[in-house]
């Protein structure tokens, strides 16, 4: 094969890993195709070339996959986004009314947002995010804790 096919052939490859993160083997692969362009380079024969791209690329399998494999483990799943407040603690600024739908809380973090709830929560009352409903947080006062922060 040319050089430009090699090229060609490790940036797909390469392309195809970044499209389905996890695997790696994509990324062995590319790894032997590109080694292999060096080698189609030099003028070597075929079969020198797919040896090189074969033993690259089971090389780099062996090597590379078991240690990303393990680094993807140590990442925790930490959720971000909306998904990062369910959970958290907040505090009653506004009295909560079910009826109604009325109700602010405070997080943490200082933000200010509307809340419901199945039964009415007293202003200063703490209380545990739910999950988030459109732009309104469910919350729970299963906590019990009175506390008079704003």
Same mark, same amino acid.
């Given at each position: 094969m040319s050089v430009l096919a090699w090229l060609v052939l490790a940036i797909v490859l390469l392309l195809v890993e970044m499209l &389905? #993160?996890?695997?790696?083997?994509?990324a062995c692969f590319s790894l032997g195709a590109f080694a292999t362009t060096i080698i189609a380079m030099l003028?070597?024969?075929?079969?020198?070339?797919?040896?090189?791209?074969?033993a690259i690329s089971?090389?780099?399998?062996?090597?590379?996959?078991?240690?990303a494999r393990r680094w993807m483990k140590?990442?925790?799943? &930490? #959720?971000?986004?909306?998904d990062s407040l369910e959970g958290q603690v907040a505090?009653?600024?506004?009295?909560i009314d079910p009826v109604s739908g009325q109700g602010q809380v405070r997080l943490?973090?200082?933000?200010?947002?509307?809340a419901v709830s199945d039964a009415s929560i007293a202003k200063g009352v703490s209380v545990e995010v739910i999950r988030v409903t459109g732009t309104r947080l469910q919350v729970s006062s299963s906590l019990n804790s009175n506390s008079s922060k704003e």
């Open positions: &389905t #993160p996890g695997i790696f083997y994509f003028e070597m024969p075929i079969w020198v070339e797919w040896s090189v791209f074969f089971l090389l780099a399998i062996f090597l590379v996959v078991p240690i140590k990442i925790p799943n &930490t #959720p971000v986004g909306l505090h009653v600024v506004e009295d943490s973090n200082g933000a200010i947002w509307r």
